[in-house]
């Protein structure tokens, strides 16, 4: 008798428990939709882009820019390959074949009103080859992808959506530090010329 009870007991619980998390809105949290730079994403589940990861990037680009965003606390280092960045020596743009990434970072205020990095959360990458003709893009396609490599959006939508202010510059917000980085061989320095809520 006491058993049945508990059986019983038990049964209401677990029925309860199902109930609560079909209601809840917690099961929102699995939908494949994230947010970023103020835009919706659907995640590639196909896990497709031209543009691939460069793995290597860390050992063989040249940090050229870091870009803090003092409003948000998030800075940016963006990395190109060297070849590309030796070419703007002589020439205004870039060469096929270009591979640009930018790292995000949440940050720490740290002294003479420089950001301090703590967490790397994105990847961003550009890459331009001859014969890539995007709408609004010139030759560049976009790819975001997570820390660790993995693709996250193969989306270009909003990335030229946002570029596409730049066009003049080649479609790249940094084109100025990128052509400072080759005459002095410096990594440069600066803060957002642009509003602070892309920064991510
Ligand atoms: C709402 C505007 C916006 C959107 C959307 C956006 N970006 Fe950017 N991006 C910027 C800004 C602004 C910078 C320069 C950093 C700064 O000054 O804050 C930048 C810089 C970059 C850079 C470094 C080269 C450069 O142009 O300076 C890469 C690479 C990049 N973005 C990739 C991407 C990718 C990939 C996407 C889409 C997944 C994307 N961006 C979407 C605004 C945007």
Redesign the pocket.
């Known amino acids: 008798m006491k058993i049945s009870k508990w059986i019983a007991r038990l049964l209401l619980f677990v029925a309860s428990v199902v109930i609560a998390i079909t209601i809840s809105p917690f099961r929102f949290f699995y939908s494949p939709v994230v947010s970023?730079?103020?835009?919706s994403?659907t995640v590639s589940s196909a896990a497709e882009s031209p543009?691939q990861f460069p793995n290597n990037y860390k050992q063989q680009f040249v940090h050229y820019?870091t870009?803090d965003?003092p409003t948000s606390g998030i800075v940016?280092q963006?990395y190109?390959d060297r070849p590309s960045l030796e070419s703007l020596k002589a020439n205004e743009t870039f060469p096929s074949g270009a591979v640009?990434?930018?790292e995000t970072h949440s940050a720490k205020q740290g002294s003479d009103n420089r950001l301090i990095p703590t967490q790397l959360n994105n990847l961003?990458?550009?890459e331009k080859r001859r014969g890539w003709n995007v709408a609004a893009s010139g030759e560049w396609q976009?790819?975001?992808y997570s820390p660790s490599g993995s693709l996250?959006?193969g989306?270009?939508t909003?990335?030229?959506?946002?570029?596409t202010?730049?066009r003049d510059?080649d479609?790249?917000?940094?084109?100025p530090?990128?052509q400072a980085a080759a005459k002095t061989g410096q990594t440069q320095h600066?803060?957002?010329?642009?509003?602070?809520?892309?920064?991510r």
């Not at 600066?190 to 920064?199: A, I, K, N, R, Y």
Request: glycine letters at 4%; charged letters at 10%.
């Open positions: 970023e730079l103020g835009y994403y543009v820019v870009v965003c940016r963006m190109i640009i990434v930018m961003f990458v550009r976009s790819a975001w996250v959006s989306n270009q909003s990335c030229i959506g946002c570029h202010q730049v510059r479609y790249l917000f940094t084109l530090a990128l600066q803060q957002t010329e642009f509003s602070t809520s892309v920064c």
